[in-house]
């Protein structure tokens, strides 16, 4: 599944470096962290402290977010928070069943 990270025009390396990325193991990895946060959601700069301990590189958990969201297993709630820089970020959410229910709920409370 390399061939989605990087393009035909990189250098050697890039296509090196892509072929040891274990893409599934990360997508999953980010995947349940995100879950983790429930019907809150969560912004990236969240994902990335509670994966620090992994020390990933920050392009190694973003882009985990766009392959999420094409398969279907992530969204984006429509709103903003704060992150560290102090521009606001998307809130994304795992798109389970369980999640959407419990993100109805959580809406109404909030009206």
């Known amino acids: 599944m390399s061939y989605k ?16 990325v274990n893409a599934t193991q990360l997508e999953k990895l980010v995947y349940d962290c995100i879950e983790g946060y429930g019907p809150e959601g969560c912004i990236s700069d969240e994902v990335r402290a509670a994966l620090e301990y992994k020390h990933l590189a920050y392009s190694s958990v973003t882009s985990r977010y766009k392959s999420l969201r094409d398969k279907g297993l992530i969204g984006y709630t ?9 521009r606001p970020q998307q809130v994304m959410f795992a798109r389970t069943p369980e999640y959407l229910h419990a993100r109805k709920i959580w809406e109404a409370k909030k009206r």
């Open 78 to 86: 429509g709103e903003k928070r704060k992150g560290n820089s102090s």
């Open 5 to 20: 990270l990087f393009r035909p025009s990189d250098p050697e390396t890039s296509r090196i470096a892509a072929e040891s």
